[in-house]
């Protein structure tokens, strides 16, 4: 399995059923994979910053957390916004932006491969938690943590930057 298919599966298993983002380079693979997998409703939304708001306003009104998935450059940092209001209203959220392949971002440069940048530390201040998955990390772990994270009090947006090598590798089964 790819690491896009797991987390598409750890979605349903944590019961979010819903994902508010715009499709792009960094995460048409994650989008892909939930897609296929049919069981979280990828809703479309014109900006990011809508899809960080939508998936806030799911919470307010459904009382479930949902995904808000944005793709790298620009895509994550329009999403800032939205993640700053959850963070200020105590909603919980989850982000997972892609970004470009990880052997990109060691370089001291100002972006990363076409567009990609450090999002994850964009995003530190007005999260609970903001990382980026590397090769070799327990990717489910991680996210259950973070999403503990999430719903624990005060409850806050959690972001998880995950570069696109990264959502199609191939994933240790001690891992699945």
Same mark, same amino acid.
């Given at each position: 399995?790819?690491?896009?298919?797991?987390?598409?599966?750890?979605?349903?298993?944590?019961?979010?059923?819903?994902?508010?983002?715009?499709?792009?380079?960094?995460?048409?693979?994650?989008?892909? %994979?939930?897609?296929?997998?049919?069981?979280?409703?990828?809703?479309?939304?014109?900006?990011?910053? %809508?899809?960080?708001?939508?998936?806030?306003?799911?919470?307010?009104?459904? /009382?479930?957390?949902?995904? $808000?998935?944005?793709?790298?450059?620009? /895509?994550?940092?329009?999403?800032?916004?939205?993640?700053?209001? $959850?963070?200020?209203?105590?909603?919980?959220?989850?982000?997972?932006?892609?970004?470009?392949?990880?052997?990109?971002?060691? %370089?001291?440069?100002?972006?990363? /491969?076409?567009?990609?940048?450090?999002?994850?530390?964009? %995003?530190?201040?007005?999260?609970?938690?903001?990382?980026?998955?590397?090769?070799?990390?327990?990717?489910?772990?991680?996210?259950?943590?973070?999403?503990?994270?999430?719903?624990?009090?005060?409850?806050?947006?959690?972001?998880?930057?995950?570069?696109?090598?990264?959502?199609?590798?191939?994933?240790?089964? $001690?891992?699945?």
């Amino acid at each position: 399995m790819k690491v896009c298919d797991v987390i598409a599966l750890w979605l349903v298993e944590k019961g979010i059923t819903h994902s508010f983002g715009i499709i792009g380079g960094g995460n048409v693979v994650l989008w892909d %994979a939930i897609h296929r997998l049919g069981k979280t409703e990828l809703i479309c939304v014109h900006h990011e910053q %809508a899809a960080t708001m939508a998936a806030s306003y799911y919470f307010r009104t459904c /009382g479930k957390i949902a995904l $808000a998935l944005v793709t790298t450059g620009a /895509g994550s940092s329009n999403a800032i916004t939205g993640v700053l209001a $959850a963070y200020m209203d105590s909603i919980p959220l989850l982000v997972l932006s892609g970004n470009e392949a990880h052997k990109y971002m060691y %370089a001291y440069t100002r972006v990363w /491969g076409v567009q990609g940048y450090a999002s994850v530390e964009s %995003a530190q201040r007005y999260t609970k938690l903001a990382e980026r998955m590397l090769p070799g990390d327990n990717y489910l772990q991680r996210l259950d943590d973070a999403l503990n994270i999430a719903l624990t009090a005060p409850p806050g947006p959690v972001w998880f930057d995950i570069p696109k090598d990264i959502q199609s590798a191939d994933i240790p089964v $001690a891992y699945i």
